[in-house]
């Protein structure tokens, strides 16, 4: 079995970006390869100083980028970036920053429900196309529904901490590699990758752990 760590946060748009590159090279690759693969979300937060309720988009930017104008900028080339891999990203709807701790626990809690890589793109989808309101539990509550979690095990999630002793291991962990960006990939612990790597890259670096 081939495992590829995927460190990634769910309100990083380079990060949708990487999933759907390595999706399309998991598609390259043959039946045998293909079939051996085991996909491994791992949490990481660009901005775990972030609130539990969030902060609003244009403070988040203004600190962030340095106001509007920058971030406009930069949002741009990323747009662009989105446009190839076929993602049409909509910053402009997005009204509110999250601290996505919460989140990064709900897809541990899909995990063992084998729902994660589903929870995964819900939430990018809502985030970064939707424009959804992620501060909101009801509205990540939905999503996690969504893809087939047990009210049970969201209210866990959000009332005892469930899972938040992961997102820490996670952090850690991400930190005793060196990692300062994401998305990063780990490829059976032998091939890291740094940012939304195209898709030969990534089939290079799992042919290349065989």
């Not at 429900?113 to 793109?121: A, G, M």
């Not at 998305?183 to 752990?209: D, M, R």
């Amino acid at each position: 079995m081939i495992s590829v760590e995927v460190f990634s946060d769910v309100v990083c748009p380079w990060c949708f970006i990487g999933k759907r590159n390595l999706e399309k090279a998991l598609t390259s690759l043959n039946r045998s390869e293909h079939k051996n693969i085991k996909i491994n979300w791992r949490s990481f937060q660009l901005n775990p100083q972030l609130p539990m309720r969030g902060i609003t988009r244009s403070e988040y930017t203004s600190t962030k980028f340095g106001g509007a104008e920058r971030a406009a900028q930069i949002y741009e080339r990323i747009s662009g970036a989105a446009m190839e891999v076929g993602l049409n990203l909509d910053f402009e709807k997005i009204v509110t920053q999250p601290n996505s701790s919460r989140m990064h626990a709900l897809v541990y809690a899909a995990e063992s429900v084998q729902k994660d890589h589903e929870l995964v793109e819900g939430f990018f989808k809502a985030f970064f196309i939707d424009g959804i309101d992620l501060t909101e539990r009801d509205n990540v509550s939905f999503i996690a529904k969504s893809v087939g979690l047990e009210t049970t095990l969201i209210d866990r999630v959000f009332s005892d901490d469930l899972y938040l002793d992961k997102i820490d291991e996670d952090m850690q962990q991400s930190a005793k590699i060196g990692i300062q960006g994401v998305p990063f990939f780990i490829i059976n612990q032998k091939v890291g990758l740094s940012g939304a790597q195209p898709s030969e890259n990534i089939v290079k670096a799992i042919q290349q752990s065989i």
